[in-house]
């Protein structure tokens, strides 16, 4: 039988972007393992942890790749290679989404001592309502105000679209192109008229909307 397995850490001990703005009610179930799990959790973007409140106790569950399924009230999670994905359904199909933020050190600071604020985005998934927005629960550390270095968060969202009978990867605008070479010319040329990237969902779900009409 799987059992839960986990350990606590400080909860300030580093930067975190949180899925929910606040942790929420779910459900857990494990491989191997009928009963549930239930617990107070959030996702971390930027470390791919999930975390649970035990407590007054931040906890991270260590044995990721055991879990089955998260639901919580309206959203449902799987792990599909390693990673923990969100179904999303849009229009008649659905997509596996993997939310991942990065650090990206854009340089340093300039010689006026002139500081930057970590950005917070938006995540719109389409034909949802409400945005899933990225909530950074950190407060800025000594370090922070002193550091010469530079950094944004950027979107580095991994999706799994069934698309024509089979299954693909896609991060990357190139990943679609290379998968599609024959529908690659109106799909760069759809993607430049409407500025899309694929590192915004929002975006990225056009992308594959305009896809199923070319296919």
């Not at 995540?123 to 899933?132: D, H, Q």
């Not at 070479?181 to 690659?184: D, L, T, V």
């Given at each position: 039988?799987?059992?839960?397995?986990?350990?606590?850490?400080?909860?300030?001990?580093?930067?975190?972007?949180?899925?929910?703005?606040?942790?929420?009610?779910?459900?857990?179930?494990?491989?191997?393992?009928?009963?549930?799990?239930?617990?107070?959790?959030?996702?971390?973007?930027?470390?791919?942890?999930?975390?649970?409140?035990?407590?007054?106790?931040?906890?991270?569950?260590?044995?990721?790749?055991?879990?089955q399924s998260v639901v919580t009230d309206d959203r449902q999670f799987l792990m599909k290679e390693g990673?923990?994905?969100?179904?999303?359904?849009?229009?008649?199909s659905q997509v596996l989404v993997n939310w991942k933020v990065k650090k990206v050190n854009v340089g340093s600071r300039g010689a006026l001592g002139a500081t930057t604020q970590a950005?917070?985005?938006?995540?719109?998934?389409?034909?949802?309502?409400?945005?899933?927005?990225?909530?950074?629960?950190r407060k800025p550390t000594e370090q922070d105000t002193h550091s010469l270095e530079v950094w944004r968060q950027r979107n580095d969202n991994t999706y799994f679209v069934y698309l024509g009978g089979q299954e693909y990867k896609i991060r990357y605008l190139k990943d679609l192109y290379k998968a599609f070479?024959?529908?690659?010319p109106l799909l760069k040329a759809y993607a430049k008229k409407n500025k899309l990237i694929m590192r915004n969902a929002e975006d990225a779900f056009m992308m594959f909307g305009y896809l199923k009409t070319l296919i």
């Open positions: 039988m799987t059992v839960l397995l986990a350990f606590a850490f400080s909860a300030g001990a580093q930067q975190r972007l949180y899925l929910f703005p606040d942790f929420v009610d779910a459900s857990v179930r494990f491989i191997g393992n009928p009963r549930l799990e239930k617990l107070r959790l959030n996702f971390d973007m930027l470390s791919q942890k999930l975390l649970y409140m035990e407590g007054e106790t931040l906890m991270e569950i260590t044995n990721m790749p055991m879990i990673m923990l994905c969100e179904i999303i359904t849009a229009g008649d950005k917070v985005e938006v995540l719109r998934s389409y034909e949802f309502e409400t945005p899933y927005t990225i909530t950074d629960f070479p024959q529908q690659a």
